[in-house]
């Protein structure tokens, strides 16, 4: 699975964007991310979808994954909480790549 | 908008009659929660006038703080337990503390130079959620409350940890219910500018700090040891906040030439509020003495009189070079200091309103 993470806006609009890549992660990791996408089921997600919520968390995130690939634009308040579940981890994983790079 | 949004005060399920009636009758709790369904509902309809009925039913005497404070225990639910009412003793946890101090001054600040009670100037709870999400780095207003994130410890620290930081989302709050600035592009930066301005002055009130002695840094000592960087923002030196390998440079102009065209952060709202945020500083400076005094004073009244929900960077410096001669005479010290402000970050006042395409 190969995920495109690309957070900005909050409080702090620190952006923080990587790509990801499931066989790149841990063995563990990898089982958590795919846990994560079956109980929030992006690819069911409508393609955008915002709350009117000041320093709201911005997220675009595209999904590869068994030859499909879907898009989302979502903010961190208008995410279900297995969405947001999803999205912290991605969030995770994104700021460790940057930081094994940096 | 009622499936995306938890809250229950921004569905309006039960007709505006039935609130009515509750709001006249109901138990206290029941008539909060009417008011308040009623006040967002009717806001957003435009039927304003539909809150002077109630304002009397609902009004808390000004004066009145009413702090909560809630813990999510690293969850996801909001508000989360109670944990410290108005006027309970100091709680263990630090930033139930700083919640509750925060919001206090918060209140104080706008009472006391503003005569404002609370963010809806009707006495409004003002409640506050610690510990939301684990390692949750953000801090937000919802339109009902405010919600504070740990930090992950290696990024950011508590959210609770810079005063500003609460001033700046209670103010949020304050925009909610004067202005209803749109959340993107330039309006979406004013917003975000007035929570800035505002968050720094409530700083500067708390230490009684001239516009010369402030920092006028927003979030500092927010980043965690680690991080190359004094604070996520300066008013002063918009764009030297932060300098850091993992992170980037703090991405904010401080001059309309360098401003940022993207589609991220809702349009840059968090970039370009670095535009109006060093006019502000420069009026500031120039007028000297308490910055909430004379400036603050240009720019409360401007957002609760003339801003409106699309307002954009040169029609805002119009309208407080317009507020500073209507508060200080034409033509006064104020008046000019303001011009000049805007000047210096490139937005002329006088000039014709015209814009270009997509400006807004």
């Not at chain 1, 634009?73 to 969030?91: C, E, I, R």
């Not at chain 2, 989360?80 to 919640?99: F, I, M």
């Not at chain 2, 949750?136 to 409350?145: E, K, P, R, V, Y």
């Not at chain 2, 000019?336 to 402000?341: I, L, R, S």
């Amino acid at each position: 699975m190969r995920v495109k993470f690309e957070r900005s806006g909050g409080f702090a609009n620190v952006p923080l964007s990587a790509d990801l890549d499931s066989a790149e992660m841990a063995p563990a990791r990898a089982e958590e991310l795919k846990r994560l996408v079956e109980e929030a089921r992006p690819f069911d997600q409508p393609s955008t979808s915002k709350a009117n919520v000041p320093d709201d968390l911005q997220y675009q995130v595209t999904i590869e994954h068994a030859g499909e690939a879907k898009t989302i634009n979502v903010s961190d308040t208008a995410a279900s909480d297995k969405l947001k579940s999803l999205l912290d981890f991605l969030g995770e994983e994104a700021l460790n790549k940057l930081r094994n790079k940096a | 908008m009622c499936r995306q949004l938890s809250h229950s005060a921004l569905c309006f399920i039960i007709p505006s009659h039935i609130q009515e009636q509750i709001a006249r009758n109901g138990n206290a709790k029941q008539r909060e929660n009417a008011f308040q369904n009623l006040t967002v509902s009717s806001r957003l309809r435009g039927q304003r006038e539909i809150l002077t009925t109630f304002a009397v039913l609902a009004t808390t005497p000004t004066g009145t703080k009413r702090r909560t404070i809630y813990d999510a225990k690293n969850g996801m639910t909001l508000p989360g337990k109670l944990v410290r009412g108005e006027g309970a003793p100091k709680s263990a946890d630090t930033s139930v503390n700083e919640a509750y101090d925060g919001s206090g001054k918060t209140y104080d600040f706008y009472l006391n130079n503003f005569q404002r009670n609370s963010i809806d100037d009707r006495g409004m709870r003002l409640d506050s959620t610690v510990h939301y999400r684990k390692n949750f780095n953000n801090a937000f207003w919802n339109g009902q409350q405010m919600v504070y994130g740990d930090g992950d410890g290696q990024i950011f620290q508590r959210f609770t940890k810079s005063i500003d930081v609460i001033g700046h989302e209670l103010t949020h709050g304050v925009t909610q219910y004067e202005a209803a600035l749109v959340y993107q592009d330039q309006p979406g930066a004013l917003n975000e500018h007035f929570s800035d301005v505002f968050g720094s002055l409530l700083k500067q009130f708390v230490k009684q700090q001239t516009a010369k002695q402030a920092d006028w840094l927003i979030g500092e000592g927010l980043f965690a040891p680690a991080i190359q960087g004094v604070a996520l923002r300066s008013m002063k030196a918009p764009g030297t906040a932060y300098n850091d390998p993992l992170l980037g440079r703090d991405p904010q102009p401080a001059h309309m030439k360098n401003f940022v065209k993207t589609t991220s952060d809702s349009g840059g709202v968090h970039i370009n509020s670095g535009i109006p945020n060093k006019a502000f500083y420069e009026v500031a400076v120039a007028l000297g003495g308490k910055a909430w005094e004379r400036a603050g004073k240009i720019w409360y009244r401007t957002l609760i009189d003339k801003i409106q929900p699309l307002t954009n960077f040169a029609e805002c410096a119009g309208m407080t070079y317009e507020v500073a001669g209507t508060l200080y005479g034409q033509g006064s010290a104020e008046q000019k200091a303001v011009k000049a402000g805007w000047a210096i970050v490139g937005i002329p006042v006088g000039a014709p309103l015209a814009k270009a395409a997509g400006e807004r």
